[in-house]
Nanobody, 123 residues
Framework: QVQLVESGGGLVQAGGSLRVSCAAS????????MGWFRQAPGKEREFVAA????????YYAASVEGRFTISRDNAKNSVYLQMNSLKPEDTAVYYC????????????????WGQGTQVTVSS
C-alpha cells in the first residue's frame, strides 16, 4: 500500500517555471517507477513524464520534452517535476503515480495515484 501526496502547484505566468513534488509513503519507494500525468478540463488524463526506480531512465511526452525535467530522491521518497517555459496549455491537475514497471507507468500509469495538484498557467 503506497500513499502519494503532490504539492507545489499554483498560478504562474506563461514562460515561467514551477516545480511540483510528490512524497511517497507506505511502500518500498526505491523499487517503484514513478510518473506524472495531467488532466485538463474536458480532456482525458495524459502522460507527462516518468522515471525508473533507480533514476537511470526517464521518459517524456513530446509536448513537454525539453521544457520539463523529472527527477527523484530515493532518500526522501520523493519525485519532482521541474516545469520551465510554461504554456497556457500546460494548465491541468498534475497527478503523481507509482508502479512496479516503468514502461507500464508510461503507457497507462501505475498502481497508485495521488490526489493531484493544480497548475494554472496564465497568458
Amino acid at each position: 500500500q503506497v500513499q502519494l501526496v503532490e504539492s507545489g502547484g499554483g498560478l504562474v505566468q506563461a514562460g515561467g517555471s514551477l516545480r511540483v513534488s510528490c512524497a511517497a509513503s507506505g511502500g518500498t519507494f526505491r523499487s517503484y517507477g514513478m510518473g506524472w500525468f495531467r488532466q485538463a478540463p474536458g480532456k482525458e488524463r495524459e502522460f507527462v513524464a516518468a522515471i525508473s526506480w533507480n533514476g537511470g531512465s526517464d521518459y517524456y511526452a513530446a509536448s513537454v520534452e525539453g521544457r520539463f525535467t523529472i527527477s527523484r530522491d530515493n532518500a526522501k521518497n520523493s519525485v519532482y517535476l521541474q516545469m520551465n517555459s510554461l504554456k497556457p496549455e500546460d494548465t491541468a491537475v498534475y497527478y503523481c503515480t507509482a508502479g512496479t514497471d516503468t514502461v507500464v507507468v508510461v503507457t497507462s500509469g501505475g498502481l497508485y495515484w495521488g490526489q493531484g495538484t493544480q497548475v494554472t498557467v496564465s497568458s
